[in-house]
């Protein structure tokens, strides 16, 4: 039986799961979206008349930042960010765990807790004046800011969950379960 903080991280990698796979028709929408565009552009173009505008290229952007914003933490679930330490995949799982530890408790937290706190004022006045896109035809940005906060929110649950698992393997290197980033998340 898991700890409450395995359980803990556990119920956080379900939910950034369950993110991803919204992510992943968010990109399909988006793919489809951008091809519309391009097809409306030039079937345009044959055709005489306008067929795309900008609300549809907005459209595209909003749905490249939600990917963006939204898989952030999924990234980070599945160890698929960029990492600039070639040195890291030749060191012994204990320091790799370490290194993650002090990364996540001296950058990933931090950083996290800045852009919240330094975002909200933006996302707030966003909101307050219910902003627009100053192109013609553009769409309102108002709806799309709160999601910096989701993301960041997030972030920052799924990094609460890393640093459960790796002081977890750290502590308890017997039993086994917790292989080097080995993230299988059950029932999702």
């Known amino acids: 039986m898991p700890n409450r903080g395995l359980r803990l991280a556990n119920l956080i990698d379900r939910f950034t799961a369950a993110i991803g796979k919204l992510v992943s028709w968010l990109v399909l929408l988006m793919v489809l979206l951008s091809a519309f565009n391009a097809v409306a552009r030039y079937l345009g ?13 907005e459209a595209q952007w909003y749905l490249f930042s939600l990917v963006f914003l939204l898989g952030a ?7 698929a960010h960029v990492r600039v330490d070639v040195l890291f995949g030749k060191f ?3 320091v790799r765990r370490w290194i993650n530890i002090a990364g996540a408790l001296l950058l990933l937290v931090p950083f996290s807790v800045f852009v919240l706190w330094s975002s909200w004022p933006v996302v707030r006045n966003s909101w307050n004046i219910r902003e627009v896109s100053p192109d013609p035809g553009g769409l309102p940005r108002w709806p799309l800011k709160p999601f910096i906060l989701v993301c960041f929110v997030l972030l920052l649950a799924q990094g609460v969950s890393e640093l459960i698992k790796e002081v977890h393997a750290l502590r308890h ?4 379960e917790h292989d080097y980033r080995d993230h299988k998340v059950e029932g999702v």
């Open 92 to 94: 012994p799982d204990k």
């Open 173 to 176: 290197p017997e039993s086994g």
């Open 73 to 79: 933490s999924y990234a980070l679930q599945q160890d």
């Open 45 to 57: 173009r044959f055709l005489g008349r306008n067929l795309s505008s900008n609300a549809y290229l």
